[in-house]
């Protein structure tokens, strides 16, 4: 069975300070995996999607890297507008739905 | 272009009662997907329609029912509600292609009593 792991489950950072949050997966073949942003009371917002190890997607202060094992998602200087959740999802070849990792809720202080 | 549009927003219901939510998905997206978002278990998959027919399903009990219509809107059914349906219910959409990104919406926040 597909298994996605998030870590940490919540990050506070202060403003500038880079870190980086990790999506850990077991899955029966990847055929795509996928970030997204939640913010409060809204639904998950596309980020991007990574297709095969080595692959690396940069959108403004986020980067977006993947392993045969994990992914990371690097936050670069971030600013308080970045806090938010963090969701990873897998679609492997055991069907078609996105399995969901639990997030990483992430918080910038000025 | 107008987003996934859900109603109602927020919904309050008791135990034993059933409740319908609706999901009008992006102009030009034949896929529709349901997901349950709790604190506990994050996002779980519910079923996904594409032109009218139900394509998957996730592993939920039978009170939980959905379809789609021509225009591609999308409802989704529970019955006999239990306290622990109290969640975030989100319809995505797509174009329908498999491996492709997902379209949220807002969700519909249900509250059971």
């Known amino acids: 069975e597909d298994q996605v792991t998030q870590s940490p489950e919540a990050l506070r950072l202060q403003e500038g300070e880079s870190s980086s949050l990790n999506c850990s997966y077991t899955?029966?073949?990847?055929?795509?995996l996928f970030w997204y942003r939640q913010d409060p009371g809204k639904g998950p917002e596309f980020l991007f999607t990574l297709y095969s190890a080595g692959e690396e997607k940069e959108k403004e202060r986020l980067k977006a890297t993947l392993t045969k094992k994990e992914s990371f998602l690097h936050i670069t200087a971030p600013k308080p507008e970045d806090s938010a959740t963090y969701l990873c999802a897998v679609h492997s070849n055991s069907g078609y739905a996105l399995n969901f990792g639990k997030g990483t809720s992430l918080l910038v202080t000025p | 272009k107008a987003g996934v549009t859900q109603t109602p927003r927020y919904l309050i219901k008791t135990r034993g009662q059933q409740v319908t939510l609706s999901c009008s998905p992006i102009s030009g997206h034949r896929s529709v997907s349901w997901y349950q978002q709790t604190p506990g278990q994050g996002l779980q998959f519910l079923f996904e329609?594409?032109?009218?027919?139900?394509?998957n399903k996730g592993n939920f009990p039978g009170r939980f029912s959905g379809r789609q219509f021509s225009n591609s809107r999308s409802e989704m059914n529970v019955s006999t509600l239990e306290l622990g349906d109290s969640a975030l219910y989100l319809c995505?959409?797509?174009?329908?292609?498999?491996?492709?990104?997902?379209?949220f919406g807002s969700g519909t926040q249900l509250s059971v009593l």
């Open positions: 899955v029966s073949g990847l055929r795509g």
């Open positions: 995505a959409s797509s174009p329908g292609q498999q491996n492709e990104k997902l379209f």
């Open positions: 329609y594409f032109s009218e027919t139900q394509r």
